[in-house]
């Protein structure tokens, strides 16, 4: 998989299969966006410390990797909220039979209505843990102007994080195969520990003052 990726990264396909990718795994978790933002990464990494071998134009550009990956991440956010904000008898239907689902919904509403978005930032990192938050949002009949703001920040989280795996991972081990290996441990490492915030129970809510 590693070698197709990797000659994918030669070609300007790879800022559409990251973008296609990172829009569509709000809705199929399954996808390796994740994995192809570090690859991406990674071989613009490898190329750089090329030293004077002149490096091809076809390698990713960091900047426009990190640009496209937020751009993508807050764009798939909003069709899975919007999806959700108009959905009707067969949405509520499905997250009915989840008992996982109709939980993460009721956690994602209490904690916009306190204020505490920075759990769509955590979210992000988990897995599934965007499509919950950005559905669950939705279906809450959350206002955009709550919700659009912690979308933008968790997308440039994700992506600056994922990004900065790949190129630096691959900078400090010196070789393109095992700094991108390393960074995908990273990447689901972070994912766990994400999902372990998520399910913590929010702190109860102090009682206003007489």
């Known amino acids: 998989m590693f070698e197709t990726l990797g ?82 008898a067969w949405l509520d239907r499905a997250i009915a039979r989840s008992r996982r689902l109709t939980r993460a919904h009721e956690r994602l509403g209490t904690a916009l209505a306190r204020g505490g978005g920075g759990l769509v930032v955590i979210a992000r990192f988990a897995p599934a843990g965007r499509s919950v938050v950005s559905l669950g949002a939705g279906k809450t009949q959350r206002k955009v102007a709550e919700f659009l703001p912690w979308s933008v920040l968790a997308g440039m989280a994700w992506a600056g994080y994922s990004v900065a795996l790949g190129y630096f991972g691959t900078q400090w081990l010196g070789t393109q195969w095992l700094g991108t290996a390393v960074s995908i441990v990273a990447l689901f490492a972070a994912g766990a520990v994400a999902a372990f915030l998520v399910r913590r129970p929010l702190p109860p809510t102090a009682a206003p003052a007489a």
């Not at 994995?35 to 410390?49: D, K, R, S, Y």
């Open 7 to 88: 000659s994918l990264t030669a070609s300007p396909w790879i800022y559409a299969l990251v973008a296609v990718s990172v829009v569509l795994d709000v809705f199929l978790p399954v996808l390796p966006s994740g994995v192809l933002v570090i690859t991406a990464a990674a071989a613009a990494a490898a190329a750089g410390a090329a030293g004077p071998v002149p490096v091809p134009e076809q390698v990713p550009d960091i900047l426009l990797l990190l640009v496209i990956a937020t751009t993508a991440s807050v764009l798939g956010d909003m069709a899975a909220f919007r999806l959700a904000r108009r959905g009707g």
